[in-house]
């Protein structure tokens, strides 16, 4: 490798990384706000959180890559041509396709990388998260009592304590109302009590000292018992205050939890049983039709067929019996056509999975293309123009995924054309770039305005 390539390389290394942590931070940021309510106030520990964090910073992770590669282009080689480097190895016999070699060979292997990452590393780090989840959202929150506030957090009891210290647990002035059956009403009360949990936190241990306890039954008014105590404990179940963690592999696997090759499997699957029902809805068709058509000629023909009607002893009994005949043939196509859509839909479906997972690294690639050349013809070496450019490119293709999937989930579009669209435009868009960049043919629709732009930012920021 030349000097050149590896200094165009290392100019490379530092925008890509800053580029591809800030969109992860922003995914981060997003991924938080949409959470935070589902994490605050159960009582989770860092760990859980740092590991929820983590592993939804995997697919953060596929869709920043990209992005870090635009904006890294954009960046370096529109600093390049902001100090005349361009020029000069242009003016040394150099040329455009030559400088992109190194950045071309890097961004493929940037593209099996990720491809690998995203068909192995995703499929278990979204399937693992989305079970912790789960796990988190079964979670009640975090016990809690309040001096003065009736507490009922926990299933049938109702416990009121005048003063409580949060940090010893320690309670004053105690009133528990037991509340688990209609068939009788107990209170408990004391002076003071202490409130801890089990080593398994399934239990909520209450020590009471010094109190009563009453028991009353309804509708019994003579049957009531008062009962004093130096120490009472009480034993209530706190079930699901703990984070129990459930077994991932008891947990189904949605199509972004799945490799290829179990997507693919699925698919296989899928048209085989939906060419079986077309295959069956083919004979029974011409079973239909054949037998419809046999017998409305036949009763046509000769109405008082006893042979045809059988036990029936009028026209309209047998007109009866044929349109039920007809009936239970239309429900049986009917049940065999929406067996087909479903296993069409999920074929489709899957399909599309399979595609993504191929379309988005490569979109290492196909954004080296139109980079450079706008990098060049921008001369975008500051982070606000490299980070525009590389936003609404990145827009464009991410409305280009996202429509597609829609189409494609639809069956307006094929699954393959549909996740393929985004990367096909901006190569053809990077091809052209990169041919009138290399030619200096730079006649481009809205560059002079751009320019224009980038010329007057220019000129503000001297002035300041």
């Not at 499929?123 to 975090?142: C, G, S, Y």
């Amino acid at each position: 490798m030349n000097i050149i390539s590896r200094y165009i390389l290392r100019i490379h290394f530092a925008p890509f990384m800053f580029g591809t942590v800030l969109v992860m931070f922003l995914f981060l940021f997003q991924f938080l706000l949409k959470s935070i309510d589902q994490l605050v106030g159960k009582g989770l520990s860092e760990w859980v959180i740092i590991q929820l964090i983590v592993l939804n910073l995997s697919w953060m992770l596929v869709l920043a890559v990209p992005m870090g590669v635009l904006f890294s282009t954009v960046m370096a080689f529109g600093n390049m041509s902001s100090v005349h480097e361009v020029t000069i190895i242009k003016s040394s016999g150099g040329s455009l396709i030559r400088m992109m070699k190194p950045i071309i060979v890097s961004s493929m292997l940037l593209t099996l990388l990720l491809f690998w990452f995203n068909d192995e590393i995703l499929p278990e780090a979204n399937h693992q998260a989305k079970v912790l989840m789960m796990d988190i959202r079964r979670k009640k929150p975090t016990f809690s009592m309040e001096s003065g506030q009736f507490s009922q957090q926990l299933d049938g009891y109702t416990i009121l304590a005048r003063q409580v210290d949060s940090l010893s647990g320690m309670m004053r002035a105690v009133t528990i109302y037991d509340n688990r059956s209609s068939a009788s009403e107990n209170i408990v009360t004391a002076d003071t009590g202490i409130a801890s949990f089990s080593a398994d936190m399934s239990k909520l241990i209450l020590d009471l000292y010094h109190g009563e306890i009453h028991q009353l039954i309804p509708n019994e008014v003579n049957n009531y018992r008062k009962v004093n105590f130096e120490k009472y404990k009480i034993f209530i179940n706190a079930s699901g205050f703990n984070l129990e963690r459930s077994d991932k592999e008891d947990i189904n696997r949605g199509d972004r939890e799945m490799h290829i090759r179990d997507m693919r499997k699925i698919v296989n699957e899928s048209k085989q049983k939906r060419k079986k029902y077309f295959n069956n809805l083919d004979s029974q068709l011409v079973k239909h039709y054949n037998y419809l058509i046999g017998k409305s000629e036949e009763l046509a023909n000769n109405p008082s067929n006893n042979r045809f009607m059988k036990d029936e002893e009028t026209l309209e009994g047998a007109m009866r019996a044929v349109q039920r005949r007809a009936s239970f043939f239309k429900s049986s196509i009917s049940s065999d056509l929406m067996r087909i859509e479903d296993y069409e839909l999920t074929a489709r479906q899957y399909e599309v999975e399979i595609q993504k997972k191929y379309a988005i690294p490569f979109a290492c690639f196909v954004f080296i293309l139109v980079g450079c050349p706008l990098g060049i013809m921008t001369k975008g070496g500051n982070f606000g123009i490299s980070a525009a450019i590389s936003i609404g490119f990145y827009i464009f293709y991410w409305a280009c995924l996202i429509g597609g999937e829609k189409l494609a989930d639809r069956g307006i579009l094929d699954p393959v054309l549909s996740m393929w669209m985004g990367n096909i435009a901006v190569f053809i868009m990077g091809i052209i770039l990169v041919v009138k960049v290399n030619n200096e043919s730079m006649r481009i629709p809205g560059l002079n305005f751009i320019k224009k732009l980038i010329a007057k930012y220019h000129s503000n920021k001297l002035e300041k």
